[in-house]
């Protein structure tokens, strides 16, 4: 019984900041891999970050390199999303994803490499 429920989302200015916290409920919360992924209107969902369950390897999409942050804090039993010098081309619902049992402990770009979602947060950057 594995539950993930974003928070976070909001209006934010081109430029600012904003912290996306995913909460994770269920058992062995830190031998799951964890991801962000978003989806703009009319885009597929893409990859965004990825962390592995102990925290210590991470990966970034390209376009938010150098601007955005994966973290978790397994004893809060949370994932975080640490974005700074936001776009516009940021404005997306953000999910946040965890692998299953079965999964190894890497990272992974693909959604269909996780088994457990959130209901999403939506992010809006103004120009």
């Known amino acids: 019984q594995v539950q993930l429920v974003e928070s976070g989302g909001g209006l934010v200015q081109a430029g600012g900041s904003l912290r996306l916290s995913c909460a994770v409920s269920?058992?062995?919360?830190?031998?799951?891999?964890m991801a962000w992924f978003r989806q703009a209107p009319g885009k597929e969902r893409e990859f965004v970050a990825a962390?592995?369950?102990?925290?210590?390897?991470?990966d970034y999409a390209d376009p938010v390199k150098d601007r955005f942050t994966v973290s978790r804090d397994n004893a809060k039993n949370t994932m975080a999303l640490q974005m700074n010098s936001l776009k516009p081309g940021d404005t997306a619902v953000y999910y946040c994803?965890?692998?299953?049992?079965?999964?190894?402990?890497?990272?992974?770009?693909?959604?269909?490499?996780?088994?457990?979602w959130g209901q999403g947060t939506q992010v809006t950057v103004s120009s």
């Open positions: 962390i592995t369950g102990s925290g210590s390897t991470t």
């Open positions: 269920g058992r062995t919360f830190s031998i799951y891999p």
């Open positions: 994803a965890a692998k299953g049992l079965l999964r190894s402990d890497s990272v992974s770009r693909y959604s269909h490499t996780y088994d457990y």
